[in-house]
């Protein structure tokens, strides 16, 4: 009775929250104000399994309460481990089989992580010509002249001896290049995944290029 009651009070909070979102989008700005439909509160709530903090929770009870024993310490026990067992019993292995049966409202959210790449290349490369263009104006020197190129997706990058005033004025428009991907990080169909990625690979650039004394 008291697993039948919690998956009951699972599933109200589940619907509760999204229609309580859909209504107040009316007034006020949301997250997403997208209908999720009613497939996707009804798996979230089927979700909510019992487990190791349900346990911890009631093995925390303590065993005495002053000089006597604490009242129902065993039957609450009892029932915690009965809920635990019956959803992950029955809810765990039921859920693989309700997501496959129902049908989920396609959102488009995130666009193929192969366009992603190249839609943030071309963003980095138009944010670090424009910065350089801005910043650095008439500053032609061997660095930058390739860098154009790796930017126009002509060459690699590779290395080669600079000067600590080029350096440093490269390690400035890396940082552009951060910002810019700070930027399409607000995008939701980009995968936050793939700007880590790219984020990655600007330290390693930044790191490759330090003078040799600060390795």
Known sequence: MVTAVLIVIRLM???????????????????DDRNPGKATPF??????????????????IPAMAGSEPFPHRDLILFITFVV????????GLSLPLLIKSV????????????????????????ASLKFKKEKF??????LFQ?????????LESENFEISDETRQRYFEILEEQRKALCELNKDPKIDEEVIRT????IDLEEQR??????H
């Open 209 to 214: 290029w330090q003078p040799h004394s600060e």
């Open 43 to 60: 798996i979230v709530g089927w979700a909510g399994m019992r487990g190791v903090v349900s346990l911890a929770a009631a093995l925390s």
């Open 13 to 31: 909070a589940s619907y509760g929250a999204v229609y309580i979102t859909m209504f107040m989008k009316r007034f006020i700005s949301v997250a």
């Open 146 to 154: 390739k860098l154009e190129e790796v930017w126009n997706f002509e």
């Open 84 to 91: 635990i067992l019956l959803t992950l019993v029955v809810q």
């Open 103 to 126: 049908k989920f409202p396609d959102f488009n959210d995130h666009m193929p992580n192969e366009l992603a790449r190249i839609k943030i290349k071309k963003a980095l490369a138009q």
């Open 198 to 201: 790219f984020l990655y690979h």
């Open 137 to 142: 104006v008439g500053d032609e020197n061997f």
